[in-house]
């Protein structure tokens, strides 16, 4: 079982997710089985933040002087005990909200898809190589058609 500490430290996200911590503890929940982590509990922390936030985020901890919508920090621990801290995740809300005249459905499956990303990222899934990229892009699209079917 995966929980999801959510933090913000935008007041913009309240505008579009009301209830952000059920949101993303259900997106979890609709997991594929292989990625539910099932009879473990396993945490992430998830931080909803902006770009100037995630900016220097990235400045500080990847040497790039840009934002970016996601970053994500996985913690290096190995897996076999009970309980797994995965790391922590940051979402910039400036960059999901384009263009800002996109409904709040538009919002929410790009929000959805971005922390599906970030979560592989987690478990160790990179884009640095081709084969990386398409391997990780799979896997994305495998769990978002998953997530959306039992959403929707």
């Not at 007041?11 to 099932?38: A, D, G, H, M, R």
């Not at 100037?52 to 290096?76: C, E, G, Y």
């Amino acid at each position: 079982m995966i929980k999801i500490n959510v933090l913000s430290e935008d007041n913009s996200w309240s505008k579009k997710l009301k209830k952000k911590e059920i949101f993303f503890n259900n997106i979890c929940k609709y997991f594929p089985k292989k990625f539910q982590f099932i009879n473990k509990k396993v945490y992430l922390t998830l931080l909803l933040s902006n770009n100037m936030n995630i900016k220097k985020l990235n400045k500080i901890f990847r040497n790039k002087n840009n934002h970016t919508d996601i970053l994500s920090f996985p913690f290096h621990q190995k897996k076999k005990a009970k309980e797994t801290y995965l790391g922590d995740i940051i979402i910039s809300y400036n960059y999901l909200n384009k263009p800002k005249s996109q409904d709040l459905e538009s919002f929410k499956q790009k929000t959805i898809k971005i922390f599906i990303h970030g979560f592989l990222h987690l478990l160790g899934f990179n884009h640095i190589k081709n084969k990386d990229y398409f391997k990780m892009l799979r896997e994305e699209n495998f769990i978002y058609k998953h997530v959306k079917s039992k959403i929707d």
